[in-house]
């Protein structure tokens, strides 16, 4: 056997930052090194993703999983163990044929997702080199740090509906450093947090680590983001610039959209022009999905109309799959690509729809999810990966700010690792107004 044969693999259940049970995989190999990893879980799921196996009944509430770990002990391992951890592609190839369903709903996406990162931890330990740096070597990239997306607000599915509107976010393209991004977006999230306590002392945080949304409309969350970033001394426009996701497949049905908030019910067109005066009106430079899954007539009319302004992302759009993004690239869909590992359920077919996204010249976003953990694969993917930008919810929460630290760490142990910047938004207003100030 050599040094990075797998010799032992076995899940465990463990607990999630919304007290979830959620998968553990600890893989070792024959030489001694170790990895493990934990598999995240959304919320505002799409319909066409890895299925998060979840055992059902009355003990915590269903969700339990118990069926995803002894997936991963009977019937994974025994493949398993013997492979050269190194070989990535191979392992998730074999993982891939043992569900051989599309969604992976027999052995779980979540108990295919936690194997396929703990043996990429355990490869790169056998290689004694840090995770981004085995990441870049297997997907051939040259890595960099990512541009930060951080929620200031949440909404959506992930605060009890409060607002429509999943995520309120900044981003800071204008920052010359990963370091003073945070140190920006740090400011921002205490000055919201100040501006939300004036108007009610009760004030709590949602899933994300983003405020508790307490607003009459979605223009009045936009507003108090426009504030906060006053109130911390910046510009907004200049080097900050507001993102949304808006997950409209959670309030979308058929073409039509559901303010609840609002108590309105939007066309498709209605809900294309909404978004048109947000765009207008703030500096807003990218949006996740705008239009509901189901919506592709939407999702199409809403790029050719805003492409060109701004980027649009697709999540429950593309679910991070290869197909989808070839789909789409055809259809003029979205110009950009939320990659979730968990979304896929392997990290090869992640990297490879981040590869053939990159080909058909959408941008990409490593993405977190709701439910998450202490687990920062993902910090090291966006970094190995070259993503270009990186989104794990707010400025609060262990569970957030485990990944933001990660990508300090890296910084610090690899001066050779440049920080995007604004690069990733190219093509939008805020990059043509640069060019213009410069000029
Ligand atoms: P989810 O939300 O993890 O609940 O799907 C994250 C997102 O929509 O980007
Ligand atoms: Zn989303």
């Known amino acids: 056997m050599s040094d990075s044969a797998i010799s032992e693999l076995s899940a465990r259940r463990v607990w999630d930052s919304r007290g979830n049970p959620t998968v553990e995989v600890e893989v070792k190999l024959a030489g001694g090194a170790m990895g493990r990893a934990i598999a995240p879980a959304g919320a505002s799921r799409g319909t066409r993703e890895a299925i998060d196996l979840r055992d059902g009944g009355s003990l915590l509430e269903g969700r339990n999983v118990m069926q995803a770990v002894t997936n991963v002990n009977a019937l994974i391992a025994p ?24 969604l992976k709903s027999k052995l779980g996406g979540n108990a295919a997702v936690a194997t396929s990162m703990a043996v990429l931890h ?94 009459d409309n979605n223009e009045q969350a ?43 019910d939007l066309s498709r067109d209605e809900m294309i022009k909404l978004l048109g005066t947000w ?23 809403f790029t050719q109309e805003f492409g060109d302004r701004i980027q649009i992302i697709g999540d429950d759009y593309l679910v991070t799959n290869e197909n989808l993004v070839s789909q789409a690239a055809d259809d003029g869909a979205c110009n950009a690509v939320l990659i979730k590992v968990n979304q896929s359920g392997t990290v090869s077919e992640s990297i490879a729809c981040l590869a053939s996204a990159r080909e058909r010249g959408y941008r990409c976003v490593v993405s977190a999810r709701s439910g998450e953990t202490e687990d920062v694969t993902i910090s090291h993917l966006a970094v190995g990966l070259d993503a270009g930008q990186l989104k794990v919810g707010s400025f609060s929460r262990s569970e957030r700010m485990a990944k933001w630290n990660e990508c300090l760490r890296i910084a610090d142990h690899a001066s050779s690792i440049c920080f995007v910047k604004g690069d990733p938004l190219a093509g939008t207003w805020w990059a043509r107004q640069q060019k213009e100030e410069i000029k």
């Open 279 to 301: 765009i207008d009106n703030y500096p807003i430079v990218s949006i996740e999905d705008p239009l509901a899954e189901d919506d592709p007539e939407g999702v199409i009319a």
């Open 122 to 215: 355990a490869a790169a330990a056998a290689e004694q080199v840090p995770l981004w740096q085995h990441i870049a070597k297997l997907s051939g990239q040259k890595p960099s740090l990512p541009l930060p997306e951080i929620q200031i607000f949440g909404g959506g599915a992930h605060a009890g509906r409060r607002v429509d509107v999943q995520d309120f976010m900044v981003m800071v393209p204008g920052a010359e450093s990963f370091d003073e991004v945070l140190e920006i977006t740090s400011e921002i999230y205490r000055a919201a947090g100040a501006i939300m306590k004036q108007k009610s002392s009760n004030v709590g945080v949602a899933d994300e680590g983003g405020w508790w949304p307490v607003f």
């Open 79 to 102: 493949a398993l163990i013997g492979m050269d951890a190194c070989g990535q592609q191979d392992v998730d190839n074999l993982i891939k044929a043992l569900d051989g369903t599309p």
């Open 222 to 264: 936009l507003e108090t983001l426009l504030q906060a970033i006053e109130q911390a001394g910046e510009t907004p426009g200049d080097r900050v610039v507001i993102s949304l996701d808006i997950a409209a497949s959670e309030f979308g049905d058929n073409g039509r959209y559901r303010l609840a908030l609002e108590d309105r």
